[in-house]
C-alpha cells in the first residue's frame, strides 16, 4: 500500500487556536494521531514488510507477527509522549522490538537488517506525521517550530532504540556474526561518490542514519561571511522539506554537503518550500531528487554544480538555488572568459551594469523561457503586461538587431549574463 493513499489517517484536528503554544500544538497534534496509532502502524508494517527484504526471512507468521507488534508499540509510544509531553529519552524501547530482533537472528537475519527497517518505518512516519502537522496548521513560523520540537523527539527516541537493539545483538549473538569494518561518515560518504567501489549498502546507511535506497536530493551549503551557521540552515531547510532523515559532513571551508531523504519521492510542493526556504549568508545548490546510490551521487553533483554557477555571479547573494534552473548556464560556463565574451557579442549595449537594462535582460529571458508569451511574462514578473511589451521594445532597441530572429543566440548570452552579473534565475 502506498503512504500517500492513506487518506484515513489524515486526522481533523482543527487549526492552532489562538494563544495556543507551539509545544501545546504539537500535543493537540500527537493526540490526535495517537487515536489513530493502529491504523497508522498498520500502514507502515505492510510498508517495511514490502520493502526491507530479510527482516522476517523464514517467513514464519510469528515474525511477521513480530513486525507488527514491533511498529505498533513504537508508533504509540512515539504519539503517546509526543501527546503528553514526556521525554523522548525517558521512554524504554518497547519490548516488541526485541521480540522481532529474536526472531530476526533465529531465521539467520542480522541486525543491520532490523536497523534499516527501523529507519524505514521512522522515515514513513515522519512523512504521515509532517503532513497531518502541514494540514493542521497555518502558520509558517509555528509550523517550523512544531516540526523542529518533534523532529527532534523522534530522532531522540529512534536513536536511542537503535543504541539499545545493538547493545542487546551484541550481548545475546555477538558471537554470532563476524565484526563488520567500522567506517566513518567521511569515508562512507567518499566511498558512495565514487562510481568503481563497492560499497555494503545497508552498513552505510546504518553510518549515514538515512536509507540509501530511498529518494534523495543533494545540497551543498557555502558561506558568504565568517561565523555563519550552515548547521543551522541546513537544519531549516531539512524541517521545510519535512525529510525523515539526512546525512550531511563538514568538507572545510566552513561549507557543507548535506542530503534530505524520504522513503518516497517527495513532491513538487516540497521541493518548492525548500528552494524558497531563506538562507542570509549562504548559497544553496540544489541538486534534483534521484534514488539510490546512484541518484545520491548524481544529486550531489547537481548541488555542486548549481552552487559552482551560482558563485560565478559578481553580485551573489544567499539563498537555494535548483540545477534544473542554472543547469543550461553551467553548460555554457564552462569556460567563464569564452563565455562572457560570447555574452559582450551577442547582447551589445543590453549588457551593461545600468540597473535599469538589467531589468530589461530579466524581462528578455523570461519571455523567451515562457514561449514569448507576453502574458505569462508578466505573470512570472508579477507587473502588468504594458510593461513587459514596453521592456522589450527598449531592449530590441539596444540589442540593434531583432530578437526573434536570433532566438537561440539571444536567450543563451541572456543566461550566461544572468550567471555572470546578476539575478536568481525564475523557477
Known amino acids: 500500500m502506498r503512504l500517500g493513499s492513506h487518506n484515513d489517517v489524515r486526522l481533523a484536528a482543527g487549526n492552532a487556536t489562538a494563544g495556543e ?9 500527537a493526540h490526535a494521531m495517537l487515536l489513530r496509532s493502529s491504523q497508522v502502524s498498520a500502514a507502515i508494517s505492510a510498508d517495511v514488510l514490502s520493502h526491507v527484504a530479510g527482516l522476517t526471512p523464514n517467513g514464519s507468521v510469528q515474525a511477521i507477527k513480530a513486525v507488527h507488534d514491533s511498529t505498533d508499540q513504537n508508533v504509540g509510544a512515539i504519539f503517546a509522549t509526543l501527546a503528553f509531553g514526556v521525554p523522548s529519552d525517558a521512554a524504554e524501547p518497547p519490548t516488541g522490538t526485541q521480540d522481532l530482533l529474536r526472531h530476526t537472528v533465529a531465521g539467520d537475519g542480522d541486525v543491520t537488517t532490523l536497523l534499516r527497517a527501523y529507519r524505514y518505518g521512522h522515515s514513513l512516519l515522519w512523512e504521515m ?6 494540514e493542521q496548521v497555518g502558520e509558517a513560523p509555528r509550523l517550523h517550530e512544531v516540526l523542529s520540537m518533534s523532529s527532534k523527539h523522534m530522532f531522540t527516541f529512534i536513536d536511542r532504540s537503535c543504541e539499545r537493539l545493538v547493545s542487546d545483538f551484541q550481548l545475546l549473538y555477538g558471537a554470532r556474526s563476524p565484526a563488520r569494518p567500522t567506517r566513518s561518515v567521511g569515508e562512507t560518504l567518499r566511498d558512495l561518490l565514487l562510481d568503481d567501489t563497492v560499497v555494503d549498502e ?3 546507511s546504518t553510518v549515514l542514519r538515512c536509507d540509501i535506497g530511498g529518494y534523495h536530493v543533494g545540497l551543498v551549503l557555502s558561506p558568504l561571511a565568517a561565523g555563519v551557521d550552515v548547521r543551522a540552515v541546513a537544519g531549516t531547510l ?3 522539506a519535512g525529510a525523515a532523515s539526512g546525512a550531511t559532513l563538514m ?3 566552513g561549507t557543507m554537503w548535506s542530503w534530505l531523504t524520504w522513503p518516497r519521492r517527495p513532491g513538487e510542493d516540497r521541493l518548492r518550500r525548500v528552494h524558497d526556504t531563506p538562507a542570509k549568508d549562504v548559497v544553496v545548490g540544489m541538486g534534483e531528487p534521484g534514488r539510490g546510490r546512484s541518484g545520491f551521487a548524481r544529486s550531489h553533483q547537481q548541488a555542486r554544480d548549481a552552487e559552482r554557477v551560482t558563485r560565478l555571479n559578481r553580485n551573489v547573494c544567499g539563498g537555494v538555488v535548483r540545477y534544473r534552473d542554472v543547469e543550461l548556464a553551467g553548460a555554457l560556463c564552462g569556460d567563464v572568459g569564452r563565455a562572457r565574451r560570447f555574452a559582450e557579442d551577442r547582447l551589445s549595449t543590453l549588457i551593461s551594469d545600468d540597473p535599469t537594462v538589467e531589468r ?3 524581462t528578455l529571458l523570461v519571455y523567451l523561457d515562457n514561449g514569448c508569451r507576453q502574458s505569462r511574462a508578466a505573470e512570472v514578473l508579477h507587473v502588468h503586461p504594458k510593461t513587459v511589451s514596453y521592456r522589450l521594445a527598449q531592449a530590441q532597441r ?3 538587431q531583432p530578437f526573434a530572429e536570433h532566438v537561440l543566440d539571444v536567450g543563451a548570452a541572456l543566461t550566461v549574463a544572468q550567471a555572470l552579473m546578476g539575478g536568481r534565475p525564475h523557477s
Do not use: F, I, N, Q
Open 21 to 29: 503554544t507551539p509545544a501545546e500544538t504539537m500535543r493537540r497534534c
Open 129 to 134: 506525521w509532517s503532513a497531518h502537522v502541514a
Open 202 to 204: 545497508a552498513l552505510a
Open 238 to 240: 531539512s524541517t521545510a
Open 251 to 253: 568538507v572545510g571551508d
Open 360 to 362: 530589461l535582460r530579466e
Open 398 to 400: 539596444l540589442l540593434g
